[in-house]
């Protein structure tokens, strides 16, 4: 089955450092994976996909199949970037599976 | 706003009652997924209905049931409601029935007293 986990809670920067989210899955074959976001009253909301390979907001994320991850990164971090992030999974013919969350807190 | 919408945004009932939680797709999306978002569970898909017919079932308890209308509106009803099961309920909708994009709606916050 496939599973996606993330590692961190909580996790808290200054504003202007860079930041890294964790994710790593597990599934055997090709996943697409997927960072969503959800700003303080808002709806969750796609940020990025890997097979785009676009950057957002100035967030990136690569798929590294060895390593089973794709971490979400940002090299300087902003006031607003504060939110909860998702990291998910969707496997061909299944459906998504998300993380458990990290909460993303940048401070002044 | 991802065009998705859900009605009621609040609700508070007490235990062994029944709910409807409604959801509306974005214009042309035919997916319609719902969600539950406790705190300790964290996002739990429930179940997908494509163009009416149910498409997959996740981790939904017998005492929840979907369905989705001609107009592709989709209710999530949950019945004989325990404690455990205050939470926020999230639709999200997609074009086609598997691999798209997912638009999710504000979401629905159940308490259960």
């Known amino acids: 089955a496939q599973r996606v986990t993330q590692p961190e809670k909580l996790l808290s920067v200054f504003k202007g450092a860079p930041v890294e989210l964790k994710c790593n899955y597990s599934?055997?074959?090709?996943?697409?994976l997927f960072w969503y976001v959800q700003y303080s009253r808002q709806r969750l909301q796609l940020l990025l996909r890997h097979i785009s390979r676009e950057s957002i907001k100035g967030f990136t994320a690569d798929l590294n199949k060895g390593e089973t991850s794709f971490h979400l990164k940002k090299p300087f971090a902003q006031e607003e970037d504060s939110a909860m992030y998702y990291c998910a999974l969707k496997a061909h013919g299944q459906n998504f599976v998300f993380g458990p969350g990290t909460r993303l807190s940048v401070l002044p | 706003d991802s065009g998705v919408t859900q009605t009621p945004k609040h609700l508070i009932t007490a235990t062994g009652q029944r709910v409807t939680l409604r959801c509306s797709p974005r214009s042309g999306d035919l997916s319609v997924y719902w969600y539950q978002q406790s705190l300790d569970q964290g996002l739990q898909f429930l179940i997908q209905y494509y163009n009416g017919e149910e498409r997959a079932k996740g981790n939904i308890l017998e005492r929840f049931s979907a369905q989705q209308f001609p107009d592709l509106h989709s209710e999530l009803n949950l019945s004989s409601l325990e404690l455990g099961d205050s939470a926020l309920y999230f639709c999200?909708?997609?074009?086609?029935?598997?691999?798209?994009?997912?638009?999710f709606g504000p979401g629905t916050r159940l308490t259960v007293l």
């Open positions: 599934y055997s074959g090709s996943p697409e």
């Open positions: 999200a909708s997609s074009e086609g029935p598997a691999g798209d994009t997912q638009y």
